[in-house]
């Protein structure tokens, strides 16, 4: 990255579960017009008292939008939710 420069950043829901949210994010450079970096998070809700994966508290209706299709878009790491 260039001090200065412009850039812009878009995140797309791939999927997500009562679980995990899985979203991939671009960071895109403005003024050469080309893709800088991608980051590919898999977001899990972990109990802090179990120390095991839990369902999330509320508002999982409020992600789950469209049903997007990973194969839709560009390569993905391969981590299903």
Same mark, same amino acid.
């Given at each position: 990255?260039?001090?200065?420069?412009?850039?812009?950043?878009?995140?797309?829901?791939?999927?997500?579960?009562?679980?995990a %949210?899985?979203?991939? /994010?671009?960071?895109? $450079? +403005?003024?050469?017009?080309?893709?800088? =970096?991608?980051?590919?998070?898999?977001? *899990?809700?972990v109990?802090?008292?179990?120390r095991? %994966?839990?369902?999330? /508290?509320?508002?999982? $209706? +409020?992600?789950?939008?469209?049903?997007? =299709?990973?194969?839709?878009?560009?390569? *993905?790491?391969?981590?299903?939710?």
């Amino acid at each position: 990255m260039m001090l200065g420069a412009r850039y812009s950043a878009h995140v797309r829901l791939i999927n997500a579960s009562e679980t995990a %949210v899985h979203t991939m /994010a671009y960071l895109v $450079d +403005l003024d050469q017009q080309r893709l800088s =970096s991608t980051l590919e998070p898999l977001l *899990l809700n972990v109990s802090l008292t179990t120390r095991s %994966v839990t369902r999330f /508290a509320g508002g999982h $209706d +409020l992600l789950v939008v469209g049903g997007a =299709s990973p194969s839709a878009g560009p390569p *993905l790491a391969g981590v299903g939710v």
